[in-house]
């Protein structure tokens, strides 16, 4: 049977069968595209330039009407290019389309006929493959791709990532550039120097001893380096003020400078408490980072530091009051006392 008459005769029985449970007769084909890193040149887990992306995608018909004609269009996002004779369609769905464009030298895009899709379920799948482009363009950091499907009874629709969501249904593949760039990263260490009671805490006149180390661990140098570290309010830096810097200019890649200065307790400090200790670098071509604790495995966590001010003091009214207390107490204990042995008191 021809093409023509089964398209006439599915739109014939769309007209002529009444609706069913109250929903109409016809068509419903979803698409959904799937993608993966199937080329990792350097085993990283990241798409980069001349990795590989394969796409798979996949229709179906969930509607109670046969799907006539399905067609699909497909070009790779902007970053990736399609791959010249990679567009395949699967083996049970071979004998009911083929690839009209896309598997030819110099083919950019894809248009793949797919054919019939029976009611209730019916579905064909294909899959093709693009290369993430040697140079990416400025701001580019992911490769979105979208097909869309069409048919001769059923209306246009667009592919969506079954995997993960986007604003428009698109499949995102996060890509990196192989372009050199920095990485900062910074640590703190912490410790009362010296410790005259060995308690490990910050007291009365002992100073803190504080050690940042900071690393270009990237393959670019970082510019304009600069290391900000705004003080807690118990503490002071050597010039009496609430703030340490330092311009630390050029970090080579894989670069360490290290910083050493000293903190010291406000002399209005009373009681005990833990203080937060976390620094600031930035660069003029890196993001803001902070310092993190050496000791502890969470990279953002900040140094902790104990300090111990001065007693807190006691009013001198309270401490007469408190031996005033005392003293009555006493009394009252020594009269029940007497009151009990007295002779005759019928105890």
Not at 46 to 73: C, F, H, K, S, W
Not at 124 to 147: H, K, N, Y
Not at 249 to 256: D, H, Q, T
Not at 289 to 313: E, K, M, R, W
Request: hydrophobic letters at 40%; charged letters at 15%; glycine letters at 10%.
């Amino acid at each position: 049977m021809s093409l023509a008459r089964i398209i006439c005769l599915s739109w014939l029985l769309a007209l002529t069968v009444p609706q069913a449970h109250g929903g109409s007769i016809e068509p419903d084909v979803q698409f959904s595209l799937s993608d993966t890193l199937v080329v990792d040149a350097n085993g990283n887990g990241v798409a980069e330039p001349g990795d590989t992306l394969q796409y798979q995608g996949r229709l179906t018909n969930v509607g109670n009407l046969i799907g006539l004609a399905a067609q699909v269009e497909l070009t790779p996002g902007t970053g990736a290019t399609l791959v010249p004779g990679t567009v395949h369609i699967s083996d049970h769905n071979a004998s009911n389309g083929h690839v009209l464009i896309g598997n030819s030298a110099g083919d950019t895009d894809v248009l793949i006929f797919l054919g019939t899709l029976s009611a209730g379920g019916g579905s064909a799948e294909f899959s093709l493959q693009a290369r993430v482009d040697q140079s990416l363009p400025d701001g580019i950091i992911s490769v979105s791709t979208q097909g869309e499907v069409t048919g001769a009874n059923f209306t246009r629709s667009l592919s969506i990532d079954p995997d993960h969501s986007s604003a428009d249904g698109a499949t995102v593949t996060p890509v990196q550039s192989l372009t050199p760039q920095p990485q900062l990263a910074a640590t703190l260490s912490v410790v009362p120097g010296p410790d005259i009671n060995g308690n490990r805490r910050l007291d009365g006149t002992e100073v803190a001893q504080v050690s940042v180390a900071i690393r270009n661990i990237g393959d670019a140098a970082a510019h304009s380096v600069q290391y900000r570290h705004r003080l807690p309010a118990a503490l002071l830096a050597n010039d009496g003020t609430a703030e340490f810097s330092a311009d630390l200019g050029i970090l080579a890649p894989g670069e360490l400078t290290q910083l050493d200065y000293q903190l010291n307790l406000q002399s209005d400090l009373r009681g005990s408490k833990w203080l937060s200790l976390q620094g600031l670098v930035s660069a003029a071509d890196h993001a803001t980072v902070p310092t993190s604790d050496p000791l502890s495995p969470d990279a953002a966590l900040a140094t902790p530091l104990a300090v111990h001010g001065a007693p807190i003091a006691v009013p001198t009214s309270s401490v007469w009051s408190l031996c005033l207390l005392s003293a009555l107490m006493l009394l009252s204990g020594f009269w029940l006392t007497q009151r009990r042995t007295r002779p005759g008191s019928g105890h």
